[in-house]
């Protein structure tokens, strides 16, 4: 299977639906979703994000390819997706070399689970793994929760709205700056999240000094999947950020344990996070609260 569609700026609202279609019939047959939240938000508005859909013979979308190109001396980074019944002709091949292409030297693209099928991919067009994303897991079902003790250096309270979107977005810029993701949120994806569905204020947790209540120290912000076929509901351990000026005071921590005594309270049976394979500080920390390894993206490029 072969298509002359075009990369473009701006999918059409109906292309864009179609593809969410698309990604989430993947995501009930794999059982891991195949593009990142990111991608499927970039779908609906102005970004730097360049899109590839591809159709069938029928003329229905077939395959989607999200490319995000090089920033701030991060490399480009691809996602890519092929409707179940479109698969098995190559069509996911043909995407993934394309957006390689369009991304140019260094371009990424993630294999989320690292399934059979993009490993076969990433074998017939010579590529490498050289990231790792992993998924880690923790029952809450079970009463060894450490408890949540705040020192008196710490003011500990949750989101109070819009105006708390400044230092949200100054610390998490600062927290990941290396992150070729995560650094680049702006106001309009902090205001995309708080429109979900899932969005609760009181699952987004902010520290501050008591000296300097108005300077944010660090954010650990929840979220909640409904459940699916394959997992019941689930709470996540969404993003948590330190100011890189805050950092050696145990807030990761302290954070951490907030959010997850909030989700076990609302009676959630488990939680996930995701974290670099190679940052082995928070790997220490996660690991210590009692969270396990589940599955694991994979980033391959061109060798």
């Known amino acids: 299977m072969s298509t002359d569609t075009e990369f473009v700026d701006h999918p059409s609202t109906d292309h864009a639906e179609a593809v969410r279609a698309v990604v989430s019939r993947a995501t009930q047959t794999d059982g891991t979703a195949p593009i990142s939240e990111q991608a499927v938000h970039s779908l ?3 970004g730097a994000a360049r899109h590839l859909v591809a159709f ?3 003329g229905e979308v077939a395959g989607y390819a999200n490319v995000v190109p090089a920033q701030g001396g991060h490399p480009a980074m691809a996602e890519v997706v092929v409707d179940p019944p479109q698969r098995g002709h190559g069509l996911g091949r043909e995407l993934v070399d394309r957006a390689l292409t369009e991304g140019g030297d260094g371009t990424r693209v993630w294999a989320h689970g690292d399934l059979p099928a993009a490993q076969a991919v990433a074998r017939r067009l010579g590529l490498t793994g050289v990231r790792e994303l992993l998924q880690l897991r923790r029952s809450l079902e079970q009463d060894d929760l ?16 819009p105006q708390d979107d400044a230092e949200l977005l100054r610390v998490n810029a600062a927290a990941f700056e290396w992150h070729p993701e995560q650094g680049r949120w702006t106001a309009a994806d902090v205001e995309e999240r708080r429109r979900e569905s899932w969005f609760d204020p009181e699952g ?14 660090g954010f650990h912000w929840t979220k909640v999947h ?3 076929a394959s997992d019941p509901q689930l709470g996540e351990v969404y993003v948590v950020g330190i100011d890189s000026s805050a950092q ?19 009676g959630l049976p488990g939680v996930l996070l995701y974290v670099e394979g190679d940052n082995t500080a928070a790997l220490n920390t996660y690991g210590k609260l009692g969270f396990e390894r589940f599955h694991v993206d994979v980033a391959y490029a061109r060798a």
Not at 204 to 217: C, R, T
Not at 248 to 266: F, Q
């Open 44 to 46: 609906g508005r102005e």
């Open 56 to 58: 069938g013979e029928d």
């Open 146 to 161: 450490p408890a949540l003790e705040v020192p008196d250096s710490v003011l500990l309270r949750t989101y109070g709205g």
């Open 204 to 217: 987004l947790f902010l520290a501050f000094d008591p000296a300097e209540p108005d300077k944010l120290l």
């Open 226 to 228: 409904p459940a699916t």
């Open 248 to 266: 050696g005071r145990g807030l990761g921590r302290l954070l951490t344990l907030a959010g997850l005594h909030y989700l076990r309270d609302r």
